[in-house]
């Protein structure tokens, strides 16, 4: 029996449903977000952008070929992300040379284990964090200002494509997969729900 991304979503909706809503996110909408909150999210979200970069690295490092293309184009947003992440500090004057806080350097580990898991569970692992703040950013509905440019640049629809084309990636490679493995897979998905909802929360205690 095949598994798919979507089945994943489905046998998890409760949790999922935990990652992408959160009361941070509608604080955002609702304008009732401190700016101590944003900035703990924004600083512990730059660091995890990092973790993340050297994970997609890995992950193309594995790869089949016909999946580059994919890959090779989050790789280059990456490149812009991280800038942007670095100008938005600047703009709130923050620094962005901070330890990580506990949740945050939690998460980052789990990114790192899973290079040590086979290529088909990485890449679903991949897709269900970029959905995670596809969704997320997405479903309040169009924020206010500051935040606009927050949620537009994850719910807009080129991202929305991207992670659909993550998606079938992940479906291509679960289908070949032994039924370990996509036991794994969903395991994964699960843990990354977990650990989105926990770095929400991280960021939402910071007032
Ligand atoms: C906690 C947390 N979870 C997921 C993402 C999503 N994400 C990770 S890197 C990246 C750039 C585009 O590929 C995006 C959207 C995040 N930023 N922070």
């Not at 395991?187 to 205690?205: D, G, H, L």
Request: net charge negative; hydrophobic share 40%; glycine share 4%.
């Amino acid at each position: 029996m095949s598994l798919t991304c979507q089945e994943i979503l489905k046998n998890h909706q409760p949790l999922w449903q935990e990652a992408t809503v959160h009361p941070f996110l509608e604080g955002c909408k609702q304008g009732t977000i401190t700016p101590e909150q944003f900035n703990t999210w924004l600083v512990q979200d730059y660091q995890f952008v990092v973790e993340f970069t050297r994970m997609l690295a890995r992950i193309l490092s594995v790869a089949p070929r016909h999946h580059f293309d994919v890959l090779l184009g989050g790789l280059t947003a990456l490149k812009d992300e991280l800038n942007w992440f670095q100008a938005k500090a600047a703009e709130r004057n923050l620094s962005l040379d901070v330890a990580k806080q506990r949740t945050c350097e939690e998460y980052s580990q789990f990114l790192g284990n899973l290079a040590r898991t086979p290529y088909a569970v990485q890449a679903t692992g991949l897709w269900a964090v970029e959905l995670a703040y596809n969704q997320g950013w997405q479903l309040p509905g169009p924020m206010p200002e500051p935040y606009t440019e927050f949620a537009d640049r994850w719910g807009n629809s080129g991202f929305t494509d991207y992670v659909k084309l993550l998606a079938q990636q992940a479906d291509e490679m679960l289908r070949d997969a032994s039924p370990e493995v996509q036991k794994e897979a969903e395991q994964t998905v699960i843990t990354v729900a977990q650990f989105e909802k926990a770095f929400w929360q991280m960021a939402f205690n910071a007032s």
